[in-house]
Structures are given as structure tokens and as C-alpha cells.
């Protein structure tokens, strides 16, 4: 069995009630509100209405932006907020008949099909209490709405790798946005400088240095984490979206290399990789739909 010191691999994927008076606070129920305040500065719609009650269904047609709304009882004023108390106290300001009020009733950004969020950062910036999950997503606003997996802990998502159980992790931008894009991450024990490559550019480099060797008898999974060897796998930790064009090289690749694979979803390529797509045909487990012509297409591929 060869013991392997560097290698890189190269996947292209698409992937009651609370009454707020100075300082007097009650927090039995699912309703925040304030006397005498308001929430300045995160208006998206201001109208004259009828009365308190006309107001508040005004918020719920208009979730989730509507995330709490200010009535000026003088004025019979509604103003409909896209933020809130929580997540921003300091525009909680005080204004003379003005009533401030956000329910925890209200339906969550991109927990349901025609309430999906752009990306999940965007879910996370709206919704203080968004834990890890799945979220209905619609990236560029026209196509239909779609789940995808967010890592809410991490800000929405990032970037992992690991060598030898050491890792090394980044934000790198947003990438379940329904468009291909290539990923690359490459090691060699000579430095032990982990890169990850993303569409052709170099996104990380880790700060410490890795050596060692990989030993072999270990085993290959796509798209699920296996917290022992070849199992232990969590439905929550599951790739969703598609994936074509894996590789595995037992060598450090150029840059420009990694650059020029990027540009193009090619059957073969560059040469010398010791473990290509095709091997991939087998042992398929789980709700996976394989395609005898990959979809994938870069940008280049359109140009052409």
C-alpha cells in the first residue's frame, strides 16, 4: 500500500404579551411592543390607516420583510420595519403616541416556498434565531424556489478542509446561488501549506503548515461526513445539489493548472490523476439521481 504525502483533488458542484415602558419589561407571551417608541431608520412602507388593528394586518400580509411595525395613533400612521428591537436597540427611539410592536408569530424567511430567501446570509441577517437547517432559497428572484442546506453557525457557510484531522476553514462568498463552480484544494507534506482554489482562484491558504502522511485502508465518501470509517453518516451533514468531474492527483498541480481546469467541465482533465469521475459509478447509496451526460457548464463553456 502506498503511503501518500501529497495530493490534490479537484470537484466541480452546484451547490404573554411584553409591555416595554423605560425600562419595564414583561416577556411571558410571543409579542414585543413598546409605548411611546418607535423603530427609526428601517421603514420600507409608511401609509395612513384606519386604526391599530388595520396596521397589523398590513405587517402580517407583508411578511417576512415586515419584521415589526411602528402606529403613531395621532396621526393614524403605520410604518412597516424590516428589522426590529433585537437586532438593532439603538434606532428604538422615543416618540410621543407612537406604539412599536413585532410578534414572534410571524412566518420565518425561507422557512416556507413562497416566503425563500435570496441566500443564507440573507436569511441569517433577518432571522436573529436561525439555527443550522434547511431553507427554501431563490437565488436570482425568477426560477423556482428550491431547499438548501445552511450552515447558520458559520455565518451562513464556509469552507472546510482537513488534513491528517487538522483543519483549515474560511468564508469565501456565497456559492448555493444554483450555478456551477470548481473546487479545488491541494496539500503537500514538503510545506504543509493547505490552498483551497475556488473557480480558478486561490480563496485560502492556511496559516500553519501540516506534515505528515496520509496512511492508506481508508475510504472514499461523497457528499456525507462519516464520523468513523465508512459510516456514522447524519442526514443534516448530506451534500444537496450536483456534483460532476471529481479527481484525485497524487502530486502538487501549478496554479495555473488549477486556473486553466476550472475554465472548462472536461471528461479528462489533465493527466496523471490516480483516481477520476468514472470510478465513481459505484456504490451509490441514498436519494441519488446519476446522469449519464453531466449538466455541468462554466462560464467559458457559454462563451464557446
Known sequence: MKISKAFIIVAIFRIGFTITIAAIVHADCEVKSGLGLALTGHNFSSFTVKDFQDCYQECKANEPKCRSMNYNGDHKLCELNNATETSHPQDLKEVLMSIYFESRHRVSAGSQRHVAGKTCQEILSREESANDGFYWLNSNETEDPY????????????FRFLVLNKQTHSHTGTYNDRVWHQICGKWADSDGFVHLFVDGKHEIRSNTSIHGVIPGFGKLILGQDQDILGGAFDREQSFVGEMSHLYLWNADLEDSIITSLSMHCKEYPHPG???????????????ITKRENSRCVTEQDVLL
Do not use: Q, R, Y
Open 147 to 158: 431547499v438548501s442546506f445552511c450552515n447558520m453557525t458559520n455565518g451562513g457557510g464556509l
Open 273 to 287: 490523476h490516480i483516481l477520476g469521475w468514472s470510478d465513481m459509478a459505484t456504490g451509490i447509496n441514498g436519494n
